[in-house]
């Protein structure tokens, strides 16, 4: 199809001035690298809203709590003295796992990647299962969960503008881990999951499972996690929650693996990730 209606192109200094133009003109699009915009938009875009120098390309750590705003790009991350170590590694590795070019990344946004909410996206998996808050800049300045923002069709539908995300890290967070399975180790993976917890003592206090690359959106695995929660790992729970990922999840049709093989791998994943943090538990 392509850009056959494009006529105008803003780059706003400010974010108001940025919501305004959004709002005031039909079929105008906020744009962050254009890797998606450019080669997929059709002849509903009439004009593009550029953030690149809207003030939002920024990484900030503070004690617990990291912001990353939504023109950072993906290899601004890869290269951030923040992202070197635990808790954040795992944004380095979710990255580094889609098997993207240098070139993409050193252009696509962390804004691009949430508002297109790809379920092969292993970021996205990352950051949900971390729990991200998506800052909003639009209709109303709000702030809402990743996982809420990605369910929320309606919300996606409207004029906004995500100017961030914040991530916290409680202090007793134990793991943030993320595996996947790739066929060569620089293609797109198979399937990916992202898992956190949180322990109280022995005990788990919280957990959130993520898988991408099974469907169109990602999956989060609300059963296994309900199983989890406020109890002590060992094998035995290890191999219920493993075989239950395997029954529940749903792989959508996908050329490079059948569901049957997608859903042994996720069993695998997730039984591989909860053995590593039973490894661990003491250290973390
Ligand atoms: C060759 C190729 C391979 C790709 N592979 C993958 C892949 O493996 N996994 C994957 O997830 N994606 C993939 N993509 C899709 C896409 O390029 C990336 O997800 C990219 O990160 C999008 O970021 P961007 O900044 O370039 O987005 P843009 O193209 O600028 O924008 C994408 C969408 O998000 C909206 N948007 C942008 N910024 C904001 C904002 N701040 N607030 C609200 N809306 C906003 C735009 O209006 C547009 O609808 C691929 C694309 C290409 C061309």
Redesign the pocket.
């Known amino acids: 199809m392509g850009l056959t209606k494009l006529s105008d192109y803003y780059r706003p200094k400010k974010l108001t001035e940025a919501i305004r133009l959004l709002k005031e003109n039909d079929g105008y699009?906020?744009?962050?690298?254009?890797?998606?915009?450019?080669?997929?938009?059709g002849p509903e875009v009439r004009g593009i809203v550029d953030?690149s120098e809207a003030g939002?390309r920024e990484i900030r750590l503070e004690e617990t709590l990291m912001y990353i705003g939504?023109?950072t790009?993906?290899n601004d991350l890869l290269t951030a003295p923040e992202t070197s170590s635990h808790p954040y590694g795992f944004i380095r590795e979710t990255i580094n796992s889609?098997?993207?070019?240098r070139l993409?990344d050193s252009?696509?946004?962390?804004?691009?990647?949430?508002?297109?909410g790809?379920g092969?996206?292993s970021?996205?998996a990352g950051l949900t299962a971390i729990d991200a808050t998506i800052i909003l800049f639009g209709k109303m300045s709000e702030d809402i969960k990743l996982w809420d923002y990605l369910n929320n069709s309606e919300l996606r539908k409207e004029n906004?503008?995500?100017?961030g995300i914040e991530i916290s890290t409680p202090e007793n967070l134990h793991s943030v881990i993320f595996e996947s399975i790739s066929y060569i180790r620089s293609s797109?993976p198979l399937i990916s999951l992202a898992l956190y917890l949180t322990l109280s003592g022995n005990l788990i206090d919280s957990v959130r499972i993520v898988f991408s690359s099974i469907e169109e959106k990602l999956v989060r695995l609300e059963e296994a996690e309900t199983m989890l929660l406020g109890k002590e790992l060992d094998d035995e729970l290890i191999k219920k929650v493993s075989a239950l990922a395997a029954k529940t999840i749903e792989p959508s049709y996908d050329p490079k693996g059948s569901a049957e093989y997608k859903k042994a791998m996720a069993g695998l994943l997730i039984e591989r990730a909860l053995t590593e943090i039973n490894s661990n538990r003491g250290v973390s």
């Open positions: 699009f906020p744009i962050g690298g254009g890797t998606w915009l450019i080669p997929y938009g953030l939002i939504a023109s790009t993906l889609e098997g993207s070019t993409i252009v696509s946004t962390v804004g691009g990647k949430i508002a297109l790809r092969d996206s970021f996205l906004h503008i995500i100017s797109p």
